[in-house]
């Protein structure tokens, strides 16, 4: 059984169902009184314009009218299409604007939680004590009894703080071992 819905593969459909296309760049086959003109829609409008000097020059004046309204739907066109694009530019760069601003609020408070968050801390004055991590033995239970231990994975023993020698008299012998044959210092 046919379909009753025509299908038409032409390339003339083609073009006017995609009407919503980029225009200013889309080429465009259009039959006027002197044959086929291909183009963009700006082609397009310069040669219908020359087609129109031409027409004038030879004193058709109906044929110069002709051309000169087949160059004025082009623009019409051209300037439709091109006055969609910047609305879609300016909602876009809009939307934008909305976004940064959105981020950068979102920015500014994650700053002052945090500056709060550092204040709090130094109010406490560090009163919260370092959380342990759980060393490998404890944690893994038996299984992990053949683990090799590295320096890395050894707890950090505090050194004693070191003590600051004694000075020497002047009439005590050195440690040294060599008699105190010190050369003094000129003066």
């Given at each position: 059984m046919k379909s009753t819905r025509s299908?038409?593969?032409?390339?003339?459909?083609?073009?006017?169902?995609?009407?919503?296309?980029?225009?200013?760049?889309?080429v465009f086959d259009s039959s006027g009184p002197?044959?086929?003109?291909?183009g963009?829609?700006?082609?397009?409008i310069e040669k219908y314009n020359q087609l129109a000097r031409d027409a004038q020059l030879s004193n058709d004046r109906v044929a110069a009218e002709?051309?000169?309204?087949?160059?004025?739907?082009?623009?019409?066109?051209?300037s439709e299409a091109q006055r969609e694009q910047d609305q879609r530019r300016e909602?876009?760069?809009?939307?934008?604007?909305?976004?940064?601003?959105?981020?950068?609020?979102?920015?500014?408070?994650?700053?002052?939680?945090?500056?709060?968050?550092?204040?709090?801390?130094?109010q406490q004055g560090g009163q919260d004590q370092p959380q342990e991590q759980p060393s490998p033995e404890s944690s893994g239970g038996e299984g992990d009894s053949n683990l090799v231990e590295t320096p890395e994975s050894k707890p950090k023993q505090k050194r004693a703080p070191r003590r600051k020698p004694k000075p020497k008299a002047e009439n005590e012998p050195d440690?040294?071992?060599?008699?105190?044959?010190r050369p003094e210092a000129a003066e």
């Open positions: 299908r038409s593969r032409s390339k003339s459909n083609r073009n006017r169902q995609n009407q919503g296309g980029n225009v200013v760049n889309r002197e044959g086929k003109v291909r963009t829609p700006q082609q397009v002709n051309f000169q309204q087949h160059a004025e739907h082009y623009l019409r066109m051209l909602e876009q760069e809009r939307q934008n604007r909305e976004r940064q601003a959105e981020r950068d609020r979102e920015r500014a408070e994650r700053q002052e939680r945090e500056s709060n968050h550092g204040g709090q801390q130094a440690d040294t071992g060599d008699g105190g044959d």
